[in-house]
């Protein structure tokens, strides 16, 4: 069974860049037709999409991040990294990695997400 690990810090300051790693076990993040992505819910907010990166290496983001995503990826230790930038409080939020397969649409597989918190 395919497992997803968030890691990365807890806090974050206003302006600096968030990053986020995501280990992904019993799964290769080369696999054809499948994509990993990101997904971040603001407390009291729904879920939101930020992006994915596919198996080929090809990356998509949601335009509501103007540009302040990058999605890269380590194959040597299947894992792949979110870097936010300019954060501001906000991007406060709890923070899931997950994988798609085929498409986009549905995960079926989620992290338990970690928790970030932009403040000084």
């Known amino acids: 069974q395919v497992q997803l690990q968030e890691s990365g810090p807890g806090l974050v300051k206003p302006s600096q860049t968030l990053s986020l790693t995501c280990t992904v076990s019993?799964?290769?993040?080369?696999?054809?037709?499948?994509?990993w992505g990101w997904i971040r819910q603001p407390p009291g907010e729904e879920l939101e999409w930020m992006g994915a990166?596919?198996?080929?290496?090809?990356?998509y983001y949601s335009p509501s991040l103007k540009n302040r995503a990058s999605i890269s990826r380590d194959t040597s230790k299947n894992q792949f990294t979110l870097q936010l930038s300019s954060v501001t409080p906000e991007d406060t939020a709890v923070y899931y990695c997950?994988?798609?397969?085929?498409?986009?649409?549905?995960?079926?597989?989620w992290g338990q997400g970690t928790q970030v918190t932009v403040s000084s």
């Open positions: 997950v994988r798609y397969h085929r498409t986009v649409i549905a995960a079926d597989y």
């Open positions: 019993s799964g290769s993040i080369t696999t054809d037709y499948y994509y």
């Open positions: 990166i596919a198996w080929s290496g090809s990356t």
